[in-house]
């Protein structure tokens, strides 16, 4: 058996090609929407991440403000940044790039951004929302592997799905939104003595834990869904994830690769949050 690739940049595409259709209906109505997206510092990786966003939204026709602020700027200068472009009405998502700088409280950061604009999906308003099962912003990179697990055809309903990972950002409303799919789920994480008692049964495993080869091929069920969230540098410098793709995939049943799996869809659900913001906007 050789796992059948999903394709993330595939159906980003098409998640593109409807939010630029959406887009423009709003326009034509006087509302483009708008990303604001703030970066503080000069971090490599961050400046590449927040590039390909503005890049985004402007592909997909929506209005895109860059914000580039030094690493010496003090949270408070931020949280005005922040109570600014809340009250802004051309913008309809807020997005403060992380990591910060450590004189700079994220968690603060996060929280000042007014819930209605949260397009990352991680202020505790939105996570209570996931939690309760109530309308909000999902995390973008969770909600992305939600639908390429639908891509599958795999119907989570009564399926025991494992999630590696707990962090706020994705293991943890990873495990939500697999649990309001009707899925078992089983959280795994670095407390966890032996990971492959519970891969073993999983009909899907979602690896999030950024560390290459946490998932091997010994571990999987044979015909498993693996969506690997992992992005790390092998030996040879190259892009690879949390799972030892070449290994797993002759076990498993569809595989994300990486590059070209869960990272464009992150990207892709943070145009369809601005683009629903944006959409609430218009009804109120």
């Not at 050789?2 to 394709?7: K, S, V």
């Not at 999902?138 to 992305?144: E, K, N, S």
Request: glycine share 10%; aromatic share 2%; proline share 5%.
């Amino acid at each position: 058996m050789t796992a059948q690739l999903i394709d993330g940049n595939a159906l980003a595409a098409s998640i593109r090609v409807d939010v630029a259709a959406r887009a423009a209906q709003l326009t034509a109505r006087g509302l483009r929407p708008g990303l604001a997206v703030v970066l503080v510092g000069d971090d490599p990786a961050s400046a590449v991440y927040v590039r390909h966003k503005v890049k985004d939204c402007e592909a997909a026709g929506l209005h895109s403000v860059l914000e580039r602020h030094p690493a010496s700027m003090s949270e408070a200068d931020l949280l005005a940044r922040v109570q600014a472009l809340n009250a802004d009405a051309s913008i309809h998502g807020v997005l403060v790039q992380m990591p910060l700088p450590r004189h700079i409280d994220p968690h603060r950061i996060i929280e000042a951004i007014a819930p209605h604009k949260d397009v990352d999906g991680f202020h505790v308003a939105n996570a209570g929302a996931l939690m309760t099962g109530q309308p909000g912003f999902r995390a973008c990179t969770p909600y992305g592997c939600m639908r390429l697990i639908e891509t599958t055809g795999v119907a989570l309903r009564g399926r025991h799905a494992v999630v590696i990972g707990r962090s706020n950002t994705v293991g943890k409303p990873m495990a939500l939104m697999l649990l309001q799919a009707n899925a078992t789920v089983t959280v795994c994480h670095s407390g966890t003595p032996d990971l492959s008692v519970h891969t073993r049964g999983a009909d899907v495993v979602v690896v999030a834990v950024g560390r290459r080869d946490t998932l091997r091929a010994d571990m999987i069920k044979p015909g498993a869904v693996i969506i690997d969230v992992g992005m790390n540098r092998n030996d040879a410098g190259k892009l690879c994830g949390d799972v030892d793709f070449e290994a797993v995939r002759q076990v498993a049943g569809w595989i994300t690769p990486v590059p070209g799996g869960v990272g464009p869809m992150t990207r892709a659900m943070l145009l369809v949050n601005t683009l629903e913001a944006a959409e609430r906007a218009a009804s109120r």
